[in-house]
């Protein structure tokens, strides 16, 4: 089984409904991640999570929201999806204690919004 | 505006011959620079990294170098193998605030 575990991998949704992605993780790791990935431009940090009572906005933040119900789960939220939000999204944990900055991805979640 | 960036969109190389993947960054308080591999329908996964104190970190047939008066890093896989085959992302950190330059494809070919 994945350490970091996405869900749902794939989804297609409308313009203006709310959307949650969600992530859970077995690495224990205090610090969460949430990247989107689009075609020539690499991933986009959306937010960041050091642990349960700590949220971050990342670069691109505007129009999404964050939950960090416990250690091992962080979910992102679209609240009124939009077609430009049509992209591949992945979580991420790291490590605290070692800190190399390496970060450990689930498989990602594909986003198509009509 | 994008503080990491990797020029080449891809890159193609024979089985056996070196693979030079290059990434230019523009924030001089980066302090830790990484290379992920992302095969597809997966995740990217971490590689390899270099501290901003060194020049060069090897590991295996992976050896990363980095110029920092430059502000350039390259990824150099010898002998290039068709597993190798991916999209490669830079990274670079500042205080865990990580930004992603927008990947190299790299074919290997036999």
């Known amino acids: 089984d994945a350490d970091v575990t996405q869900t749902p991998r794939n989804r297609i949704t409308k313009t203006g409904k709310r959307i949650m992605l969600e992530c859970s993780q077995t690495?224990?790791?205090?610090?969460m991640y949430w990247y989107r990935q689009d075609p020539g431009l690499g991933l986009r940090l959306i937010y960041y999570s050091f642990d349960v009572k700590d949220i971050n906005k990342g670069e691109i933040s505007d129009g999404y929201s964050v939950s960090r119900q416990a250690q091992a789960k962080f979910s992102l939220s679209l609240e009124s999806a939009i077609p430009n939000q049509t992209a591949l999204y992945f979580c991420?944990?790291?490590?605290?204690?070692?800190?190399?900055?390496?970060?450990?991805f689930g498989e990602g979640s594909r986003l198509t919004v009509l | 505006d994008q503080q990491v960036k990797q020029n080449s969109p891809s890159l193609s190389v024979q089985e056996g011959r070196i693979s030079i993947l290059n990434c230019d960054y523009t924030n001089s308080m980066f302090d830790y620079f990484l290379w992920y591999k992302k095969y597809p329908a997966e995740g990217p996964t971490f590689l390899i990294s270099?501290?901003?104190?060194?020049d060069k970190n090897e590991d295996g047939r992976f050896t990363v170098f980095l110029n920092k008066s430059a502000k350039h890093l390259s990824l150099h896989i010898v002998p290039s193998q068709p597993g190798d085959s991916a999209v490669y992302f830079c990274a670079a950190s500042e205080n865990n605030d990580m930004r992603f330059g927008a990947g190299t494809r790299l074919t290997v070919k036999p």
């Open positions: 991420a944990t790291s490590d605290l204690v070692h800190n190399t900055g390496e970060l450990f």
């Open positions: 690495k224990g790791h205090d610090r």
């Open positions: 270099i501290s901003s104190i060194k």
